[in-house]
Each structure stands twice: as C-alpha cells, then as structure tokens.
C-alpha cells in the first residue's frame, strides 16, 4: 500500500462517548478509540474501537470481534467501507449472516454435528439444517470479547480474548482464545489466532468479512477479479459437507489459478454450483500448512482499482460469493444486500475435517497451543 495515503481519523457516530486509550502516540499509527455502540438485552456493554493506520481504518466491535466497517481509498484517494456491515447492535444481534465475525470454535460446517475424538462420540449445536455451522447457535461470533488497545513501534492494534467453557455448544474442553488484529504502517491487516485448552477438542478460528472492494452497497461483486493459487477444491454433497475428494479445479468453475472475474462462471450449469446456489467451497491451497503467512489469493475491482492481497498459514480458503443475500437486510450505508453484493474469502482448515481423517487434523490437545495468521494487503 502507497505510505502517502491520508490517515485521517473516521469521525465517532453521532450521539457516541468516544474515550481514547492505549499508550502514547506511536509513529506512524495512532491511539485506539473506544466508543459504546450498544447494549445487549441483558445491559452488557458493546463498544466500538477505531484504528487507522496506513491508510487503512478498522472499526471493530467488541460483539463478535466484528469487522463493523473497514474503509480504504481508491486509485483517486478517495475512502469507502469495502465490508458489508450494520449500523446499530441490535441487527447484528437479530439478523446478522456473520458479517464480519470471528468464528470459532469451528469454522464453516460440521457434518450432522458430530464428530469422534479418542473414541468418544461429541453432539454439537445443530444450526445449519442438520450440521452445525461456525461454532453453533451461539459461537464466538454471538459472544462478547475483552478487547484491549495497544500501540507497538509504527502498529496499533486490539488483542481480543474469548474463554469458551467445557461443553459450550458441545465442544468438549475448556477454550482460551486469543485474536490480534494488527494495522501496521504499510496499511496491512494482520489477524493472528492462539487458543489453548485442557482437553483434547477441536479448534478451527477464521474471519467472516463480506468484501466488496467498489464499497458496500455498491452492487454485485461479479466484475471483481480473483485468483486463488489452488489446483483443488473439496466438493460438497447436497448439504455442503465435503465428500472427502480433492477434486482438481482444472475444466470447473472453481478455477482461478488466472485471475478470471467472480461472476464469469458462477451461472454455468455444474451440480456443484447448484447445491451451493453459486460458490461456496473450500479451496485446497497448493501451498499447504506454512510456518508463516504465504500469498494464496489477490482480489481486484477494476471499477475503482482497490486490491485485496491475503497471505495465510492455513491449508484451506473458503470462497463464498454472497448466495444467500436476499434482500432483506439494509446495511451500514442504507442499502439493502442482495445475492453477489459482497464476498468472503475465508482462510482456514477444511469443513468437516474431524470427520475426514485424510484432511489436516484440526485436533488441539492440552499442553499445545493452536496458532494461525492471516494477512491482508490494501492497494491500488
């Protein structure tokens, strides 16, 4: 990202207390603001914090760890949200189809919700049909986190903790998690995901941002630009549970090892298209498990000339093209979504994988810590 980009604080929402925190001005980046944004039912405090470093500013919710807006310039300089979102509490609470979330315990779905660990049969929250998705009825998106400000050399940034106990929506083992949001001085987007436990379970943590680069409420994402570099994918049966094959995405739709746009194949008439009413697959990604965040997706909108770059540790990014928008929310700008008005490009293991030995283990045991990252790079 071009380090000339203005970085101006994203004025409070009218009728918000802002309170600044965090410790003294760093170079490069400025202090975390906290504003209450809500209350939940039971007078439980929801607050807003706002980063801005780089060019980038973040607003993020202590509700879910939420994404609540992110805002980026175009090729002219000028800043629009390129996440979908809502403007008060009350709709994420209500209607939220995860925008912008931390998922956990587990991310994507779990087939009929159960899975066998050392022998032990597990029932999860059943809330997708009859498989669980993104942790249950009530994941981590759905949770309030304690969330802290902070400043380091040129970054800022929000640690986020979540203790989700033993037996919460089936998952067995005390979890502790912790996530990172970082905006370093170039701009970036870092999420770095811990979590440990007392008992052997499983753990798979990701971020659920509807991307739309032109700018939220802007329309379909169709024209965007992506390549995935990944020469498979897991296809799905008809409740989108994995089958288990690594099919290769060479004469398919789901190959973007080209940078091709979202909307040039999504209507072909290819069963797997059909169960998921457009795309909503994970790909396998030719890089594997790495140590560190390696590139594995660019998104561009030709429109405005904004790029997203993601580099990740996980095997696994599921790409879903915003299907099951139906016009029946309105988001922060006053628009309403409908189907293709955004994207989300989740870094992660595969679904299903405790049922599919073959697929890399998301089993986490006492004595070892979960650790994932993921990075996104904004530019013109």
Known sequence: METSRRTVIAAAAAGLTAATVGTAHAAGGKKPVRELFGRLADGTKVHRWSLENGGTRLG?????????????????????NV??????????????PYFGALIGRYGNRIGKGQFTLDGKSHQLSVNDGVNSLHGGAKGFDKRVWDVEGFTSGSDVGLVLHHTSIDGEMGYPGTLRAKVTYTLTRHGDWRIDYAATTDRATVV??????????????SGSIYDHELEIAASRYTPVDSGLIPTGELAKVAGTPFDFRRTKTVGRDIRVAHQQLLYGKGIDHNWVLDKGITARPEHIATLRDPSSGRTLSIATTEPGLQFYSGNFLDGTLVGTGGHVYRQGDALCLETQH??????????????LRPGQTYRTSTVHSFGT
């Open 60 to 80: 993020v919710l202590s509700y879910g760890g939420i994404v609540q807006s992110l805002e980026i310039p175009d090729r002219h300089g000028r800043y629009r």
């Open 204 to 217: 798979n943590l990701t971020s659920h941002v509807y991307w739309n680069l032109a700018g939220e409420g």
């Open 350 to 363: 595969f679904p299903d994988s405790p049922n599919h030995p073959s697929f890399p283990s998301t089993v």
């Open 83 to 96: 996440s979908l979102g809502f403007g008060d509490l009350d709709s994420y609470v209500a209607s939220s």
